[in-house]
């Protein structure tokens, strides 16, 4: 057996709200790169699907940029280290480097592909000028006296920098070695945001909460004039420029994105995202980039949400929208039908999308969605179910792709759910539900809080107790659960924490807390084997193959395993996997391929090869 990383559907730009977040392209224009979780995706503009993740950093990622030459990145992080990195495999580190002891805001690369600048928010000073190879500084970062937004490089001689930030100025940097040269003072009135030299390095922007757009002289620094005043209706939180150095983008928190001519000062292209006179704080746009090397004028934009959005001039709405999870994932699904091209995806914030498998595309379900963190799914007859921690049972129709019916409100926090029959059954903190329609048919009182739920036919097994074992419960007409365990499974050596049937329902799985996995007989409830114990954490998800010969389980230790029963000694194993944690694994493309889910918020596909 062998199971090689196929692709990797990337996770969407992660955002706070009131902050740029940095998007960055590579010089032909066929790539972007942003930081989300503790990693940086690259990923292609026009085939989204196609990706590189760079998993170096230990913290919570910031900001990432292509070098000039395309072939280097920088990524900076909450704890203030920037990696210089290759951009061909996003696998080799050039140099790592501690720049300030706070979190890296933005990053800037001189013309040569040489210098880099870094500025966030550090104790004592607010940036650094060092050269990417080595990390020798070439110049400091001075006179602001806040944490510092943003940071651009002329990428012309005479070299020149400009950093913004919250104490309202702009500071002006001649180099090389940068020192500074002068401050513009007055001009903004609230934190400026954004910052960038014109292509040819005429012209220097910079764009803040204030909503004032500043252009100066891009080799002095000196103010020339302010465009567009009134126009932009919320905090504008970037900037970026054509390549033609005549016009450039913004994107603001009214949920605009505009185009305007630096010559004229006129507004040439407003796209509007979300309709038109409705606040939608998701909506807000909050990092754009208008990527060099592209003859299609395309600009791409990022909503509060994590969603990219592609817009073209001529046309009023985004061409394309890119959707996925910027929090960890916490429930993965197949649907109802046979392992095929489909799946759905829940993450921490309760975000819920559908994957199309075929196209690489994710799209985020329509309506009421869940606002707290996805526990777990169960599909069957077309409809997926989900609970989550906002204490509700959601239902989703997977042919139309929309949240159905109404959300059923559970009487505690769900530990999971599984579905058999036509019953919806919930492990709640000391119960298991049974649901029918959308209504309430039975609960079955428990003295222990269930830690997962699995069922088949008229079997329902719950792993929790804290004699490690596992209780199955007879499902019987109209609903009803066995007062009691039909067996008790005491082959477990710690806490069960995943369960799941085989699809011909003739074996359980269970997989314990210390990385442990039994399968039992179901019926007989003998142990099949015990020999899967490879894991080294915690076993959050197991799921079976179609043919019931295999299982693909995944643990918080990051690794993705597949076992076999015929042969319980031979494995193979997906190593780190997930930054994090494995949350979900599923079996798609009918056994031939593996899905699997986690805390780096991205879904990974992998090859699996050589069953035996």
């Known amino acids: ?92 580190t050039k140099g790592e480097y501690s720049i300030i002891s706070g979190r890296v805001n933005d990053i800037a690369w001189d013309g040569d592909s040489q210098r880099v600048i870094a500025v966030g928010d550090g104790r004592e000073r607010f940036g650094h000028c060092f050269t990417a190879d080595s990390g020798n500084s070439v110049g400091e970062v001075s006179g602001h006296s806040k944490v510092v937004n943003a940071v651009a490089i002329r990428q012309q001689r005479p070299l020149r920098a400009a950093t913004v930030s919250d104490d309202s100025t702009m500071c ?12 513009a003072a007055g001009l903004h009135k609230g934190f400026v945001m954004g910052a960038a030299f014109s292509p040819d390095g005429s012209t220097l922007v910079t764009v803040g909460a204030d909503r004032r757009i500043q252009l100066y002289d891009g080799k002095t620094g000196e103010p020339t004039k302010q465009i567009g005043e009134g126009v932009h209706k919320g905090s504008i939180f970037a900037v970026g420029w054509a390549r033609d150095s005549k016009k450039f983008v913004t994107a603001s928190a009214d949920q605009t994105v505009r185009t305007w001519d630096a010559e004229t000062d006129q507004c040439l292209d407003t796209w509007q995202v979300g309709e038109e006179g409705a606040v939608s704080v998701a909506d807000q746009q909050v990092g754009v980039v208008w990527p060099y090397g592209r003859d299609d004028g395309l600009i791409i934009s990022l909503s509060l949400d994590g969603n990219l959005n592609y817009w073209k001039p001529g046309s009023s709405k985004p061409v394309k929208v890119v959707q996925g999870h ?112 959308d209504q309430l048919v039975n609960e079955l009182r428990l003295d222990f809080t269930p830690a997962a739920i699995a069922a088949h036919s008229s079997f329902v097994a719950v792993g929790g107790p804290n004699d490690n074992s596992v209780h199955v419960y007879k499902l019987e007409s109209g609903g009803k659960l066995s007062s009691s365990p039909i067996a008790k499974l005491t082959s477990s ?58 299982a693909a389980s995944g643990a918080l230790d990051t690794n993705v395993h597949v076992w076999s029963l015929t042969k319980p000694g031979s494995r193979v194993k997906g190593p780190n996997a997930h930054k994090d944690g494995v949350y979900g694994v599923a079996w798609v493309e009918d056994g031939q391929r593996i899905a699997s889910t986690g805390g780096d918020a991205a879904i990974k596909i992998w090859e699996v090869k050589g069953l035996q």
Request: charged fraction near 15%.
């Open 172 to 183: 002006f940097l001649h180099g090389a070695p940068f020192k500074f040269a002068n401050k």
């Open 1 to 92: 057996m062998s199971i090689t990383a196929e692709k990797i559907l990337a996770a969407s730009p992660a955002t706070t709200r009131g902050q740029p977040t940095q998007l960055s392209c590579d010089p032909k224009g066929e790539r972007i790169a942003y930081a989300s979780g503790k990693s940086i995706f690259l990923r292609s503009i026009d085939n989204p699907s196609v990706c590189k993740q760079y998993t170096g950093h230990t913290a919570a990622t910031t900001v990432a940029r292509f070098s000039p030459s395309g072939f280097w990145v920088a990524s900076g992080d909450v704890s203030g280290q920037v990696r210089v990195w290759d951009a061909v495999e996003a696998v080799n």
């Open 493 to 550: 050596t710690a806490k069960v924490a995943a369960l799941a049937f085989s699809p011909d329902g003739k074996l359980l799985a269970a997989g314990n807390s210390s990385g442990k996995i039994v399968v039992y007989g179901v019926g007989s409830w003998d142990v099949v084997t015990d020999r899967w114990s490879a894991h080294t954490a915690r076993v959050l998800s197991i799921a079976w193959n179609p043919a019931g010969t295999h």
């Open 326 to 437: 910027n929090k960890a994932i916490t429930a993965l699904g197949s649907g109802s039908g046979k392992a095929g091209n489909a799946l759905i995806t829940g993450s921490f914030d309760g975000r819920v999308c559908n994957w199309d498998l075929t196209t690489g595309t994710g799209t985020a379900i329509d309506g009421q969605t869940h606002s707290n963190q996805v526990t777990q799914f169960s599909s069957e007859g077309g409809r997926t179910y989900s609970v989550a921690w906002d204490d509700t049972l959601r239902t989703v129709d997977e042919s139309a792709g929309t949240f159905a019916g109404s959300s059923v409100k559970l009487p505690s926090q769900p530990k999971g759910v599984a579905t058999s029959g036509g019953y919806v059954i919930v492990a709640l903190n000391e119960s298991v539900a049974v649901y029918s329609r």
